[in-house]
T-cell receptor, first 114, second 114 residues
Framework: AQSVTQPDIHITVSEGASLELRCNYS??????LFWYVQSPGQGLQLLLK??????LVQGIKGFEAEFKRSQSSFNLRKPSVHWSDAAEYFC????????????FGQGTRLTINP | DTAVSQTPKYLVTQMGNDKSIKCEQN?????MYWYKQDSKKFLKIMFS???????INETVPNRFSPKSPDKAHLNLHINSLELGDSAVYFC?????????????FGQGTRLTVV
């Protein structure tokens, strides 16, 4: 079955430090991969997506992610975090067996220390 | 203009009541979804409609009934509300055809059943 694992439930980093959020997926075909961010009390905003082509994708707010097929990973990175990056981050894979749905990881809560 | 809008944003109701959540998208997408986010922030799809036709129904109790009057609207009606229905419900939309299956999410409706 298709699944997404985000191994880190909660990560704390200092403002200005670099960030990497991990995402591993299980999927039988070429996946479409997404990272969404959810700020407190807000909806989900798409940070970036991978469909095909260049395995390093750039997103909004200075985020990037790298697709590594051999490791079934799609880790999210940012060179220098800002206090406003504190939020919940979700990795997702889709579509699933042609059905237009996303399967989400359990999320990683990011806390920023001043 | 808001791309995917849900109303209400907050809903507090007693057990046994019937309630509806409305969703509208102005992106011209042909597919709409309802996702449920539980208290542990886990997101799971409930329903998907394509051009007003139900295409995904993920083992959701039949107390939940989606209705799509046109492809820009997908409402969620819940009968006989239970405590376990308390969650945040997200509406989303995407374009089914073509390569871009990026989903846009609404702000969510926080349902509290007391």
């Amino acid at each position: 079955a298709q699944s997404v694992t985000q191994p880190d439930i909660h990560i704390t980093v200092s403002e200005g430090a670099s960030l990497e959020l991990r995402c591993n997926y299980s999927y039988g075909a070429t996946p479409y991969l997404f990272w969404y961010v959810q700020s407190p009390g807000q909806g989900l905003q798409l940070l970036l997506k991978y469909f095909s082509g260049d395995t390093l994708v750039q997103g909004i707010k200075g985020f990037e992610a790298e697709f590594k097929r051999s490791q079934s990973s799609f880790n999210l990175r940012k060179p220098s975090v800002h206090w406003s990056d504190a939020a919940e981050y979700f990795c997702a894979v889709g579509p699933i067996q042609g059905a237009q749905k996303l399967v989400f990881g359990q999320g990683t809560r990011l806390t920023i220390n001043p | 203009d808001t791309a995917v809008s849900q109303t209400p944003k907050y809903l507090v109701t007693q057990m046994g009541n019937d309630k509806s959540i409305k969703c509208e998208q102005n992106l011209g997408h042909d597919t709409m979804y309802w996702y449920k986010q539980d208290s542990k922030k886990f997101l799971k799809i409930m329903f998907s409609y394509n051009n007003k036709e139900l295409i995904i129904n993920e083992t959701v109790p039949n107390r939940f009934s989606p209705k799509s009057p046109d492809k820009a609207h997908l409402n969620l009606h819940i009968n006989s509300l239970e405590l376990g229905d308390s969650a945040v419900y997200f509406c989303a939309s995407s374009q089914r055809t073509g390569m871009n299956t990026e989903a846009f999410f609404g702000q969510g409706t926080r349902l509290t059943v007391v």
